[in-house]
Antibody, heavy 121, light 110 residues
Framework: EVQLVASGGGLVQPGGSLRLSCAVSGFTVTSNHMSWVRQAPGKGLEWVSIIYGAGRTNYADSVKGRFTISRDNSKNTLYLQMNSLRADDTAVYYC???????????????WGQGTLVTVSS | QSALTQPASVSGSPGQSITISCTGTSDDVGSYNLVSWYQQHPGKAPKLMIYEVSKRPSGLSNRFSGSKSGNTASLTISGLQAEDEADYYCCSYAGSSTLVFGGGTKLTVL
């Protein structure tokens, strides 16, 4: 059974750092492209970052240079390192999987339950 | 990258059909047949409903269908049921390995 379990959220001061984790099971984290998507309270979804199966990464302009996506094959876990956090980074962060059957990545078949990041003094 | 434009809310009675529009630009929706739709109930993670404009994931009801014309994609739900009440988001590939989501539409089943 495919599962994604996100963790690591919490309260952090502006300018601070936080690392989110997404432990996956039922598949290997390198066999699929993986992404982070966030949702500010009461707002819509926003794509944040992707890491391809081969390891290439990309980011939304709003987080480029501050966030880093990575993975640990031995732990079958996806990460999002978030630095220089701002109030507008406050959101629920979801990890999500791109299915291998997708002809071109643009959608996600499995999502984690989300972890809340609050940036406030 | 600006968010795709969706109506804030739509409503319909049980058994009726509704359509949610999603308007982008020639840089995203208009350039790629890579539009997906998600359903999200309060406090839950999004659920994939449509991908590649009109394809349904295995096991999903055929009451849900998708289409696209020019820069606008659409999600149609036929035979509305109470459990369809949720937020719906469109999403499009936007080039250069990026995605853009719509602002979301709240569906109310009257």
């Amino acid at each position: 059974e495919v599962q994604l379990v996100a963790s690591g959220g919490g309260l952090v001061q502006p300018g601070g750092s936080l690392r989110l984790s997404c432990a996956v099971s039922g598949f290997t984290v390198t066999s699929n492209h993986m992404s982070w998507v966030r949702q500010a309270p009461g707002k819509g979804l926003e794509w944040v970052s992707i890491i391809y199966g081969a390891g290439r990464t990309n980011y939304a302009d709003s987080v480029k240079g501050r966030f880093t996506i990575s993975r640990d094959n031995s732990k079958n876990t996806l990460y999002l390192q978030m630095n220089s956090l701002r109030a507008d980074d406050t959101a629920v962060y979801y990890c999500a999987r791109v299915p291998v059957y997708s002809s071109a990545w643009h959608f996600f078949d499995y999502w984690g339950q989300g972890t809340l990041v609050t940036v406030s003094s | 990258q600006s968010a795709l434009t969706q109506p804030a809310s739509v409503s319909g009675s049980p058994g009726q059909s509704i359509t949610i529009s999603c308007t982008g630009t020639s840089d995203d929706v208009g350039s790629y047949n890579l539009v997906s739709w998600y359903q999200q109930h309060p406090g839950k993670a999004p659920k994939l409903m449509i991908y590649e404009v009109s394809k349904r994931p295995s096991g999903l009801s055929n009451r849900f269908s998708g289409s696209k014309s020019g820069n606008t994609a659409s999600l149609t739900i036929s035979g509305l049921q109470a459990e369809d009440e949720a937020d719906y988001y469109c999403c499009s590939y936007a080039g250069s390995s990026t995605l853009v989501f719509g602002g979301g539409t709240k569906l109310t089943v009257l």
